[in-house]
């Protein structure tokens, strides 16, 4: 299974950016798909952004137009923008990679803090 690590995350205030990495330890050009989920407390895990092997891109509601998801095959990175943050985007983000059969990997996750 592909390791994944992430990186990017911090404190920010309302109205700041962060860019958040994560790069794997393989070549990504075959993965089904990758993108990033974010856990908030007392809230279900959900799917934020995610980006197909052909560059199609989905986002949650709540972040459409402030984020946005790219890759970079050549370094087995990708990236989320994440821009104009609120206080309720804060929580642990974690990368996925998608390379049906096998299981979803997943990165350690990232804290992502926005002071309102």
């Known amino acids: 299974q592909v390791q994944l690590v992430e990186s990017g995350g911090g404190l920010v205030q309302a109205g700041g950016s962060l860019r958040l990495s994560c790069t794997a330890s393989r070549t990504i050009f075959s993965f089904n798909a990758m993108g990033w989920h974010r856990q908030t407390p007392g809230k279900q895990r959900e799917l934020v952004a995610a980006?197909?092997?052909?560059?199609?891109?989905n986002y949650a509601d709540s972040v459409k137009g402030r984020f946005t998801i790219s890759k970079d095959n050549t370094k087995n990175t990708v990236y989320l923008l994440m821009n104009s943050l609120k206080p309720e985007d804060t929580g642990v983000y974690y990368c996925?990679?998608?390379?049906?059969?096998?299981?979803?990997?997943w990165g350690q996750g990232t804290q992502v803090t926005v002071s309102s």
């Open positions: 996925f990679a998608s390379d049906p059969p096998k299981s979803p990997s």
């Open positions: 980006i197909l092997r052909g560059g199609s891109t």
